[in-house]
């Protein structure tokens, strides 16, 4: 059970991650297994990212969206311990890093959406569909003929 | 009315579906259409960005970045896709969905909003929960097309939300260039056509060939494609001891197909996979051949048993080499089945309904998804 001093670090041996345009797309490199989580969810793994207390991360997202502090903590709460089932993040034992500069509240608050983790399980099933041929050479660059393609081997045939 | 269209594989690729995509396009713009292709490099060093005719394609590394499983490309890769729908600004974009790329269109959804059409031109994994790719792309598509009724309600069971927006859009193709010859019976010369890989059953051909032969010693196998399971199969036959009777044409270009065709008393496509239509029978009864295919996916629909050829069991080699030999003994049997299956093509598989039903859907979703763009 997480407490509310806790805090997750990425699994880095593990996983690869990144952040882009708000949404976090994040790969568990041992299963291949694809996720990603958006708007709420993106800010949520920045600041996981930085190392910050799951109390620390409730009250900035508090702060930045329309929902209330202990809504907040819950549903992070809920993310928090999917993460670690996923094996995307581990509890961090390690020395807490030095406190955080504290977020300015904005103005207005953004409209709040739970945050949530998307997984993609097929994606290892998907890239075996129709893998490619292998042995294909380089076929020389030429322009197309007016009735059809010219060029390399076909890699299905619908 | 710019359409983004989304395929894997495109020019110089010349597979079946390579081909299609790329008469579509030329055929689609005279209907006033503007394309865009986004697709991948495939296993050949091309370049980034490229034009078909007058048609801009855009090659991604998506599946490399999927498969390798590298953050970095995955970024770069979707920075330019977001860049190319930002100026590109499509008023559609439609995804042949065979492959994750999708996940890349999904992920950049809202750089320029659009109505999107999935259609599916593969066997889907047997998965579609809300927590898999398949599943929410096919509940993020406003509409879903598939290019055989199997292929349909194999989606429709994985994702029953899709039901009142999805409907079959068969494959269609342009009328043969060449004219049809007979069938030749001196020698009777049946034809395997396609990728040589383990999927297309073309050992279960080799076997069925065997059997044939002790009955009719005359019988030949012609087996066109390349690909990795050749040698297997060249094994094979010198070990059935019908290596003579057996001849590899190697690959084969598509213009040359329909003439190869005609060299053919039937063609047979003994597929062990879900053939999702099985372009191959298709070109084959454009050729007047009737066609011995397995009861997987939707070929059943496109050789439809006892009426333009016959259907069996997959796996089954003794069943396959029984459906030869009927055609090869009932020659008139198997020109009845052949013409017939001639008529059809003609009618239901024609590119100009192939078209029109692109052509209705593609106003139907530009003009009623209503998609606010970003302000």
Known sequence: MLAPRDRLRVNEEDVAAKVMDGEAIIINLTNGLYYSMDNVGGVIWSLIEERRSLEDIAASIAGLYDVSPAQAQADLCRLAQELLEEKLVLVDEGAAPAPASVDAAPRDRRPYEAPRLQTYRDMADLLALDPPMPGLKDVPWREPPPTSAGGADKPEDG | ?375
């Not at chain 2, 349909?152 to 069971?157: E, G, K, M, S, V």
């Not at chain 2, 409907?167 to 060449?178: A, Q, T």
């Open chain 2, 1 to 375: 009315m710019r359409v983004l269209f989304w395929t894997e594989l495109f020019w110089p690729y010349v597979g079946g579906v390579e081909v299609l995509s790329a008469q579509f396009i030329r055929l689609m713009r005279e209907r006033r259409y503007e394309f865009a292709v986004v697709t991948s490099h495939g296993s050949l060093k091309l370049p980034d960005e490229d034009r078909y005719e007058d048609t801009p394609v855009h090659r991604f590394p998506f599946l490399k970045a999927l498969s390798e499983k590298d953050i970095g490309q995955i970024a770069a890769a979707r920075r330019r896709l977001v860049r190319l729908k930002e100026a590109f600004a499509p008023d559609l974009v439609h995804v042949q969905f065979t492959d994750p790329s999708i996940l890349f269109h999904m992920q950049t959804a809202d750089a320029h909003p659009a109505p999107c059409l999935v259609s599916i031109r593969v066997g889907l994994p047997d998965r579609g929960g809300p927590d898999t790719l398949v599943g929410r792309a096919l509940r993020s598509a406003d509409w879903v097309t598939a290019n055989s009724a199997a292929m349909l309600a194999h989606a429709r069971r994985l994702v029953p939300e899709i039901t009142s927006r999805s409907c079959v859009i068969y494959n269609g193709l342009p009328g043969p260039s060449v004219a049809l010859a007979p069938l030749p019976t001196d020698p009777p010369v049946v034809l395997c056509l396609g990728r040589i890989v383990r999927d297309k059953g073309f050992d279960l051909a080799v076997e069925a060939l065997a059997a044939v032969a002790r009955r009719i010693p005359a019988a030949r196998l012609l087996i066109a494609g390349d690909g990795p399971e050749r040698p297997a199969l060249e094994r094979q036959a010198q070990e059935l001891g019908i290596a003579d009777a057996v001849r590899f044409a190697g690959w084969v270009s598509p213009e040359a197909v329909p003439a190869l065709i005609n060299e053919a008393a039937l063609v047979v496509m003994p597929s062990r996979w879900e053939e999702a239509f099985g372009l191959v029978a298709l070109q084959a009864a454009q050729m007047g051949r009737p066609v011995v295919a397995t009861r997987v996916g939707g070929l059943p629909e496109v050789v439809l048993h006892g009426e333009t050829g016959l259907v069996v069991g997959k796996e089954d080699g003794a069943a396959l080499a029984e459906a030869i030999l009927f055609l090869l003994e009932h020659p008139d049997e198997a020109a009845r089945l052949g013409e017939a299956a001639r008529r059809r093509a003609a009618d239901a598989f024609s590119m100009e309904r192939y078209l029109d039903q692109h052509d209705a859907l593609y106003r139907r979703l530009i003009k009623e998804v209503a998609h606010v763009g970003p302000a």
